[in-house]
């Protein structure tokens, strides 16, 4: 067997996933068809890059796959590294030889607080940080993409303040059908009942900007598929801010379509330290309102960074974890036992 | 062929048959497909990554996906990065030429990145510190688009475990030459 680039199957909290690292990406774990209880959800999901700029204009590192502006490869460690200094100072006896020495899955069972899980994490270097990806898939229907940063500071710029945009690439086919499914975007807009919440479907591919007021959110839906109660069948997309955007990272969500899986993978962005060509290269086109196209965004997770160099970050960063979620809306049926249908 | 659980979709069981991982002869036979499917393109010097797996999506939900290999081949010579898919038998799917794109960099660059940047004088100077390792970097364009650029990131960690940066050098591999060089100074650290 190859020593990266296999598709490896784990099955737990009711889903079947496959993870993937791949041969000479350098963008870290990929999450390939997730099925939640028989029923497709996923066809691919990835955190390929990750745009960290600094306070005083400079570096800006754009990290991962195509790393450029001075930004490194996610290298894959072996689960065991440690969260230090070591791995960056002397990789050879932590980089993972294999991709199973990288990857580590298991399940949580259900407990008076929370659902079962499904979780898969793997770590990698890059430069003298770390990036942990991590997804948890839980027995309600809810994906959670994990990404912690690690490592060591700058070690010429210990005190100085910066942002990680972390990207995620995410392709839901709603109950495996494509190209069927609209992009959506929630508004609150006011108490008013009815009318005062409000769905608009995309008919263009774009980048779309978060408005936390207006409790936004975005939804890929199926324009065939139907639950029980006949609903058509849909995942929504929730992202906390913790950061905003800012002349480098400039959008939150872009809205793309499918054009294989060798190609808009998050090459050639960041050529210029910033996030532009998401918007000028890849998310041009337009998209099907009635019929369905088969979507594929891109998201930004974020946090600011101010180093505690001078105290817990000293001589390590403890991970520090960032997430979204995925979740399902009338995936599920109400009246009857999911397994049965479809 | 992997077991199939009740977790796992339809679409999902109809890939079992072709997503097992690659066989080394799988591996020999695309990757000498890809370079013979490229022949007259290349320069003589070029760089085919190990060969990958790949399972597009089938056209419709309910056919079947095919069982694809891709080989992602550098040429430094004439700054190209093209991908080659080719079925079981070799035979050509599809070939794309990722214009700018920089495939990670193998062990083997980067020794012969390092080498050719610690012949010249300046780094040999700035990285006579006890301790000095490199670490790779995709720096900032530099030259003709495409160009193969590899980034060494030298520093040392003292015994008490604080690090210093000791220079950037970049290294064009598609013209075997360093580029770049820049001591980190006592203030930059």
């Known amino acids: 067997m190859p020593a990266f680039g296999s598709y490896h199957n784990v099955i737990g909290a009711g889903w079947s996933v496959y993870w993937k690292i791949p041969v000479a990406s350098a963008g870290g774990l990929e999450i390939w068809w997730a099925d939640f209880q028989g029923h497709r959800v996923l066809w691919r999901g990835s955190q390929p890059f990750a745009l960290v700029p600094y306070h005083g204009g400079s570096p800006t590192f754009k990290d991962g796959l195509d790393a450029h502006c001075g930004g490194a490869p996610f290298t894959a460690l072996k689960h065991t590294a440690p969260n230090s200094m070591a791995p960056w100072q002397n990789p050879g006896p932590f980089v993972a030889a294999v991709d199973t020495d990288a990857v580590v899955a298991t399940t949580e069972s259900a407990d008076d607080f929370n659902p079962a899980r499904l979780i898969i994490s793997a770590k990698f270097q890059c430069g003298w940080y770390q990036y942990v990806h991590s997804w948890e898939f839980s027995s309600d229907g809810v994906i959670t993409p994990h990404v912690a940063m690690g490592g060591h500071v700058h070690p010429g710029k210990p005190d100085v303040a910066h942002v990680h945009h972390m990207y995620f690439r995410v392709d839901l086919d709603i109950d495996g059908l494509f190209p069927r499914d609209v992009f959506e975007v929630f508004n609150h807009n006011s108490f008013a009942q009815p009318g005062g919440d409000k769905w608009d479907t995309l008919n263009a591919q774009g980048k779309l900007l978060h408005d936390p007021d207006k409790a936004r959110k975005w939804r890929v839906r199926n324009t065939v598929a139907k639950n029980d109660t006949g609903q058509f069948k849909g995942y929504e997309v929730e992202l906390p801010r913790q950061a905003g955007r800012d002349q480098y990272s400039t959008g939150d969500v872009w809205v793309t379509v499918y054009r294989g899986d060798g190609f808009q993978q998050g090459e050639n962005v960041g050529l210029r330290c910033t996030d532009v060509e998401l918007a000028n290269n890849y998310a041009v086109g337009p998209l099907d309102t009635v019929n369905g196209s088969d979507i594929v965004f891109w998201l930004v997770v974020r946090a600011h960074h101010e180093p505690r160099n001078l105290g817990e970050e000293a001589d390590h960063l403890p991970y520090h974890y960032e997430e979204f979620s995925i979740v399902p809306r009338s995936f599920r049926n109400a009246k009857s036992d999911h397994r049965g249908q479809g | ?189």
């Open chain 2, 1 to 189: 062929m992997a077991r199939t659980h009740a977790e796992m979709s339809k679409a999902t069981k109809a890939l079992l048959k072709v997503i097992k991982p690659l066989s080394a002869k799988e591996e020999r036979t695309a990757t000498a497909a890809a370079v013979k499917h490229l022949t007259g393109e290349l320069s003589e010097r070029y760089q085919v990554f190990p060969a990958e797996l790949r399972i597009p999506k089938p056209p419709r939900p309910n056919s079947a996906s095919k069982r694809m290999i891709a080989v992602l081949i550098l040429d430094y010579e004439k700054r190209r990065t093209l991908e080659v898919l080719v079925d079981t038998l070799g035979k050509l799917v599809q070939k794309t030429e990722l214009r700018g794109f920089q495939p990670v960099f193998l062990a083997k660059e980067i020794q012969v990145a390092r080498k050719i940047a610690e012949e010249d004088k300046q780094v040999l100077r700035a990285i006579k510190v006890r301790g000095a390792f490199a670490s790779a970097f995709g720096p900032h364009s530099y030259g003709e688009p495409g160009a193969r650029l590899i980034g060494l990131r030298y520093a040392t960690v003292d015994r008490k475990q604080n690090a210093r940066l000791l220079g950037e050098a970049i290294v064009d591999l598609s013209e075997q030459k360093l580029v770049h060089f820049e001591v980190t100074s006592e203030e930059e650290n």
